[in-house]
């Protein structure tokens, strides 16, 4: 298949002037049309498509070589076509006037058709480099929009699988411990709005309050003689309990949940001060998301009430953190929670715990639709 001739416009309001430029180009391989006037070339653009190229007298009626120049130049589908000014005004205002007009070249008369020939092959190479480069960023734009709505639809069946994965676990939560109530909404609450408080970023403060859920995923691993147990535990038994922490980060990285969640589970139990578990991190060396969650934590459990405690009041709930803060709690998490009571307080009446435990029926009296043949 052979390529495509070159197009070329030339326009002269001399027809001498055309004939030359006509003799020197004809055998050359380029498809030549030639106007009088700068408007019959402008017309011609806007109806047939854009040339390759072109030659342009400077003093012409109505429309001369620089508003030709103009014209194209300032049209986004025509500005990268290669002008070649050709005249016989050598004032050197001339060529700055025509350069600013948008000319790519000039070629002053009389010219000789070896140079005219040379000008030419030299625009026209750069044109279609030009060309093929933009055509290859284009080529280049569709294959990145296309990778990255790809990668948008991947992250969304993450997210999918990974908030599904997160229900299931917080049912397994609710099934091995009835007696937490709505605990669990309740530190996610907390969790989020101590986020907010302490500065961290909206996406941040959303993730900490979804995967605080998952704070104790772990113990679905510690026997129920241990978890379940209303009275104080023996240092064995505390020593077994202590490996929810662990037994909860393993479960969440095996399921590649996000590392917020798995930092959570791990980490929710260190101390401020380095006398927690299971590690014994000190300060800021404890995620921000762990030592929210720790202070959300032990706030409903204190004024909530479990098999092993009754409820305390929030006044005494504040001092027993107060007394903690800088050893159990970062100082910091606490400001932001008593400069907030008003918001827990509401999230409080707003989640209240049931009167019976909040625990998932299996009520599956026939088959789940896809195993019930048709």
Same mark, same amino acid.
């Given at each position: 298949?052979?390529?495509?001739?070159?197009?070329?416009?030339?326009?002269?309001?001399?027809?001498?002037?055309?004939?030359?430029?006509?003799?020197? =180009?004809?055998?050359?391989?380029?498809?030549?049309?030639?106007?009088?006037?700068?408007?019959?070339?402008?017309?011609?653009?806007?109806?047939?498509?854009?040339?390759?190229?072109?030659?342009?007298?400077?003093?012409?009626?109505?429309?001369?070589?620089?508003?030709?120049?103009?014209?194209?130049?300032?049209?986004?589908?025509?500005?990268?076509?290669?002008?070649?000014?050709?005249?016989?005004?050598?004032?050197?205002?001339?060529?700055?006037?025509?350069?600013?007009?948008?000319?790519?070249?000039?070629?002053?008369?009389?010219?000789?058709?070896?140079?005219?020939?040379?000008?030419?092959?030299?625009?026209?190479?750069?044109?279609?480099?030009?060309?093929?480069?933009?055509?290859?960023?284009?080529?280049?734009?569709?294959?990145?929009?296309?990778?990255?709505?790809?990668?948008?639809?991947?992250?969304?069946?993450?997210?999918?699988?990974?908030?599904?994965?997160?229900?299931? =676990?917080?049912?397994?939560?609710?099934?091995?411990?009835?007696?937490?109530?709505?605990?669990?909404?309740?530190?996610?609450?907390?969790?989020? =709005?101590?986020?907010?408080?302490?500065?961290?970023?909206?996406?941040?403060?959303?993730?900490?309050?979804?995967?605080?859920?998952?704070?104790?995923?772990?113990?679905?691993?510690?026997?129920?003689?241990?978890?379940?147990?209303?009275?104080?535990?023996?240092?064995?038994?505390?020593?077994?309990?202590?490996?929810?922490?662990?037994?909860?980060?393993?479960?969440?990285?095996?399921?590649?949940?996000?590392?917020?969640?798995?930092?959570?589970?791990?980490?929710?139990?260190?101390?401020?001060?380095?006398?927690?578990?299971?590690?014994?991190?000190?300060?800021?060396?404890?995620?921000?998301?762990?030592?929210?969650?720790?202070?959300?934590?032990?706030?409903?459990?204190?004024?909530?009430?479990?098999?092993?405690?009754?409820?305390?009041?929030?006044?005494?709930?504040?001092?027993?953190?107060?007394?903690?803060?800088?050893?159990?709690?970062?100082?910091?998490?606490?400001?932001?929670?008593?400069?907030?009571?008003?918001?827990?307080?509401?999230?409080?009446?707003?989640?209240?715990?049931?009167?019976?435990?909040?625990?998932?029926?299996?009520?599956?009296?026939?088959?789940?639709?896809?195993?019930?043949?048709?």
């Amino acid at each position: 298949m052979s390529e495509k001739r070159p197009i070329i416009y030339m326009v002269d309001d001399e027809q001498h002037n055309l004939l030359l430029l006509q003799h020197s =180009l004809k055998s050359y391989g380029y498809e030549l049309s030639a106007f009088q006037n700068g408007q019959e070339l402008l017309d011609a653009v806007k109806r047939d498509g854009t040339p390759d190229m072109v030659l342009s007298d400077v003093m012409m009626p109505k429309v001369s070589g620089y508003e030709v120049c103009r014209a194209l130049k300032s049209n986004e589908e025509t500005a990268n076509i290669p002008i070649v000014l050709i005249t016989g005004l050598n004032d050197i205002r001339d060529k700055v006037k025509g350069l600013e007009s948008g000319a790519d070249d000039f070629l002053h008369k009389p010219f000789h058709p070896l140079e005219l020939r040379a000008r030419v092959r030299s625009l026209l190479r750069i044109k279609f480099l030009n060309d093929r480069l933009e055509e290859q960023n284009m080529l280049l734009e569709d294959e990145k929009l296309h990778l990255e709505s790809a990668v948008r639809e991947r992250t969304a069946e993450l997210e999918d699988l990974t908030f599904g994965l997160v229900a299931a =676990l917080e049912q397994a939560n609710k099934l091995n411990d009835a007696d937490t109530g709505n605990h669990i909404k309740r530190v996610c609450l907390y969790s989020e =709005l101590l986020g907010q408080g302490v500065g961290l970023n909206l996406d941040l403060c959303n993730r900490i309050g979804r995967f605080a859920s998952l704070h104790d995923v772990g113990k679905v691993g510690i026997p129920d003689s241990i978890l379940k147990k209303p009275g104080k535990l023996t240092p064995e038994e505390w020593d077994e309990m202590k490996k929810h922490t662990v037994y909860g980060y393993d479960l969440l990285k095996e399921a590649r949940a996000d590392q917020i969640a798995q930092n959570i589970a791990l980490c929710h139990h260190e101390k401020f001060d380095g006398n927690g578990y299971p590690y014994g991190l000190k300060g800021e060396s404890i995620p921000i998301e762990a030592r929210i969650v720790a202070l959300a934590d032990v706030f409903d459990a204190l004024t909530n009430k479990r098999c092993y405690k009754e409820a305390f009041s929030n006044e005494t709930a504040k001092e027993i953190i107060l007394e903690s803060s800088g050893s159990h709690f970062d100082p910091n998490v606490v400001r932001v929670m008593f400069d907030r009571m008003d918001d827990v307080e509401e999230i409080q009446r707003t989640h209240q715990n049931q009167d019976l435990p909040v625990v998932a029926e299996t009520s599956m009296k026939v088959p789940p639709e896809h195993l019930v043949s048709a």
